[in-house]
């Protein structure tokens, strides 16, 4: 049996639960849907609730644990010998019942599955969604042939599937309760266990495009985030191999020039986020403020490298 795990926190899921939860009965190999509710509000709270019934579980957390947690906690609650994690953002670009046929023919092939995200083709009407948008189709949208020339360097949580006594053993890492690189940490522990991960085109749409300040504040947590696990990961060169900021730092590093990009990042970063927060804000743009504020993290962190190592 498979078992659908959606964790959301203040999102509206109705839409993906029911199509899921009807074409379910025409696919049997999908046993049970997992909401997993991370403490949103009593009004969320309330819908998810009626989403459920025989196929349909709600397990809710009282308070927000975070992105990981909630996740491992589905993992626990879940019966099935295969999860699918979906992420509560996600739209299915044709059947739901299309979707789910589509990853039993790989059921045999390994024991992660990764599929696709794609982003409309069309731009967001609101050109405040510009940016995510633009980084979306140019760098997420990617066929599955691609992404398995570098599998744990493309691995993402957004929409995957693996094996549950798999997962029981790696899990995510919990310490990480701000937004950001959960699934970049999983992927390099798969790598260093010499876990095979199989990228497919079973694929899921990106629906919930943040405005650019939003996405702009994500890109801060997660590049902190990033900086942290630098220090805490057991294998610099393994993890580094796994992202490409990392190595792109690395470069800059060699040079001797991280000084440089963060001094940039120190004295034009307000310019830089307003230019971001625009609807003609450039990905070279975005590379630069990514990289210079990595280099800003690394320099913080470099100073008071205490973290324990995973």
């Keep these: 049996m498979i078992s659908i795990l959606i964790p959301v926190y203040n999102y509206d899921i109705a839409l993906l639960v029911s199509s899921l939860r009807e074409a379910m009965e025409k696919v049997p190999e999908f046993g049970e849907l997992l909401i997993g509710d991370d403490g949103s ?38 019966r099935g010998d295969y999860l699918l994690f979906i992420d509560a953002d996600a739209m299915i670009p044709a059947t739901a019942e299309a979707y789910l046929r589509s990853w039993l023919q790989y059921l045999n092939a390994g024991p992660v599955l990764c599929g696709s995200i794609m982003y409309p083709v069309l731009p967001p009407a609101d ?16 066929r599955a042939a691609e992404r398995n020339k570098h599998p744990h360097a493309s691995f993402s949580g957004f ?23 959960e699934d970049t940490l999983l992927g390099y522990q798969m790598k260093k266990a010499g ?33 942290i696990l630098c ?39 307000e310019r830089m986020e307003i230019a971001l927060d625009s609807s003609r804000a450039s990905l070279l743009l975005l590379w630069l403020f990514r990289i210079s504020l990595f280099s800003t993290y690394r320099a913080i962190h470099g100073r008071r490298n205490i973290l324990p190592v995973l």
Excluded: C
């Design 41 to 78: 509000s009593p009004e969320f709270g309330s819908r998810y609730q009626l989403l459920v019934n025989g196929h349909v579980r709600l397990i809710a957390s009282e308070k927000n644990i975070g992105r990981a947690a909630i996740r491992n906690r589905l993992a626990a609650e879940a």
């Design 127 to 142: 050109p405040d969604k510009m940016l995510r948008w633009k980084y979306g189709r140019k760098r997420e949208q990617r």
């Design 159 to 181: 929409n995957f599937m693996i094996l549950r006594e798999l997962f029981m053993k790696i899990r995510f890492n919990e310490e990480l309760r701000q937004y950001g690189h």
């Design 231 to 269: 220090d805490k990961v057991t294998d610099f060169n393994s993890f580094s191999a796994t992202v490409r900021l990392v190595r792109t730092y690395n470069r800059i590093s060699w040079l001797g020039i991280q000084g440089l990009f963060a001094a940039i990042y120190i004295r034009y970063r």
């Design 195 to 227: 876990i095979g991960i199989l990228h497919v085109d079973s694929a899921l749409i990106h629906d919930g495009v943040e405005a650019n300040s939003e996405y702009i504040s994500k890109i801060k947590q997660g590049i902190e985030n990033l900086s």
